[in-house]
């Protein structure tokens, strides 16, 4: 079956600009994750969707990342005001109901801010 | 908090030599551990896990084995063959709390044949 998948693959940007990156999870997972992972930071954890509870925002790094899950289903990560600090590849990931599941990740978008 | 601390690399090995990546955790509650792959130019993936205290988890030839008095999650491979050229990651979650995988740094493996 599909995997999970991530668009665009690759967004170059320049600071200050939004940018949305795109994530469909695997069919009939509940819960899906956004990851960043970065040269400095390695692979830090961003945001938590369990079907319709609210958000687990926790390792949101600042208020101009921001994201949603339409339809407990396809999930948006947006950056608004870009910096050249959030260049990374950022990962989506979904499992079945729980963390302690094995969490599928999708290929990543590259984020460049120029 | 929780925390993992993985063995730095890179580390670099001629083919059929024995792996060892080192892994020790910190957690409140009791986790569940993970060796996640990354082989070049792909994405992340399960390697194995473990959610109990002496389990073993295994696939392709590696093992790591939960070691709660050690608190730790060592990968090991008895001969590695050029294709387990990747970054591997140890990780953790527990379902208290923050439903998240919190990463080790990550270790280069490079096998050269």
């Known amino acids: 079956g599909a995997g999970v998948s991530q668009s665009p693959s690759n967004k170059v940007t320049e600071k200050g600009k939004d940018v949305e990156l795109r994530c469909d999870p695997i069919?009939?997972?509940?819960?899906l994750y956004w990851y960043r992972q970065s040269l400095g930071q390695g692979l830090e954890f961003l945001i938590y969707?369990?079907?319709?509870?609210?958000?687990?925002k926790s390792g949101l790094p600042s208020d101009r990342f921001s994201a949603e899950r339409t339809g407990g289903s396809v999930s948006t990560l947006t950056i608004q005001r870009t910096q050249q600090e959030d260049s990374a590849v950022y990962l989506c990931?979904?499992?079945?109901?729980?963390?302690?599941?094995?969490?599928?990740f999708g290929p990543g978008t590259r984020l460049l801010v120029l | 908090g929780n925390s993992v601390t993985q063995m730095e690399g890179p580390v670099t090995l001629s083919e059929e030599a024995f792996l060892t990546i080192n892994c020790t955790y910190t957690a409140t509650g009791y986790p569940s551990l993970f060796w996640y792959v990354q082989y070049p130019g792909e994405g992340l993936q399960l390697l194995l896990k473990?959610?109990?205290?002496?389990d073993k988890g295994s696939n392709k030839g590696f093992e790591a084995t939960y070691r709660k008095e050690t608190t730790s999650f060592h990968l090991e491979k008895g001969s590695v063959q050029v294709s387990d050229s990747a970054v591997y990651f140890c990780?953790?979650?527990?379902?208290?709390?923050?439903?998240?995988?919190?990463f080790g740094q990550g270790t280069r493996l490079t096998i050269n044949p």
């Open positions: 990780a953790l979650t527990v379902l208290q709390g923050a439903q998240k995988l919190v």
């Open positions: 990931a979904s499992s079945l109901r729980s963390s302690v599941e094995t969490q599928y």
């Open positions: 069919s009939g997972h509940t819960a």
């Open positions: 473990a959610t109990k205290a002496d």
């Open positions: 969707f369990q079907g319709n509870s609210a958000p687990d």
